[in-house]
Antibody, heavy 121, light 110 residues
Framework: EVQLVESGGGLVQPGGSLRLSCAAS????????MSWVRQAPGKGLEWVANIKQDGSEKYYVDSVKGRFTISRDNAKNSLYLQMNSLRAEDTAVYYCARESEWELTNWFDPWGQGTLVTVSS | QSALTQPASVSGSPGQSITISCTGT?????????VSWYQQHPGKAPKLMIY???KRPSGVSNRFSGSKSGNTASLTISGLQAEDEADYYCCSYAGSSFRVFGGGTKLTVL
């Protein structure tokens, strides 16, 4: 069974840092692009970042550029999101999602169960 | 990177058909046939329902269909069932690996 399990969420003060992890199983992790997508409480979905199979390409939504870093460890079948200089508006459930094996595609399947990040003093 | 525009809510009775629109620009929806649709039940993770505009993943009911005209993509659900009540989101490729989601549509089955 293809599965993604996020961890690392929690309560952090504004300006603080947090590292999210996503453990993948049931598929060849190193063959797929991977993404992080977030959802603020009661709001819609927002794509945050994605990373190519070998980590050589990374893309970010403008609002997190310079603050967040996406990375992966294919030997550990794991995806990460290092979040620095956190702001209240970063409060959201963060989902890990598998993309395609190829570029110029647009789907996320499956998604993890999400991990809640709350930025508050 | 502005969000795609979706109606906040739609409703229909069991057995009826509904359509949810998703309007973007010539830089995203209009430029690529790469719109995907997601269903999200309360407290759950989103589920892929349609990709590349009109393709259904394995296991998704053929009651769900997608289309596109110009800068607007659409999701149609036919033969509405109570279990279809959920939030629906569209997502478009926007160039250089960027993705943009719609604001979401709450579907109520009356």
């Amino acid at each position: 069974e293809v599965q993604l399990v996020e961890s690392g969420g929690g309560l952090v003060q504004p300006g603080g840092s947090l590292r999210l992890s996503c453990a993948a199983s049931g598929f060849t992790f190193s063959s797929y692009w991977m993404s992080w997508v977030r959802q603020a409480p009661g709001k819609g979905l927002e794509w945050v970042a994605n990373i190519k199979q070998d980590g050589s390409e990374k893309y970010y939504v403008d609002s997190v550029k310079g603050r967040f870093t996406i990375s992966r460890d294919n030997a550990k079948n794991s995806l990460y999101l290092q979040m620095n200089s956190l702001r209240a508006e970063d409060t959201a459930v963060y989902y890990c999602a598998r993309e395609s094996e190829w570029e110029l595609t647009n789907w996320f399947d499956p998604w993890g169960q999400g991990t809640l990040v709350t930025v508050s003093s | 990177q502005s969000a795609l525009t979706q109606p906040a809510s739609v409703s229909g009775s069991p057995g009826q058909s509904i359509t949810i629109s998703c309007t973007g620009t010539s830089s995203d929806v209009g430029s690529y046939n790469l719109v995907s649709w997601y269903q999200q039940h309360p407290g759950k993770a989103p589920k892929l329902m349609i990709y590349e505009g009109s393709k259904r993943p394995s296991g998704v009911s053929n009651r769900f269909s997608g289309s596109k005209s110009g800068n607007t993509a659409s999701l149609t659900i036919s033969g509405l069932q109570a279990e279809d009540e959920a939030d629906y989101y569209c997502c478009s490729y926007a160039g250089s690996s960027f993705r943009v989601f719609g604001g979401g549509t709450k579907l109520t089955v009356l």
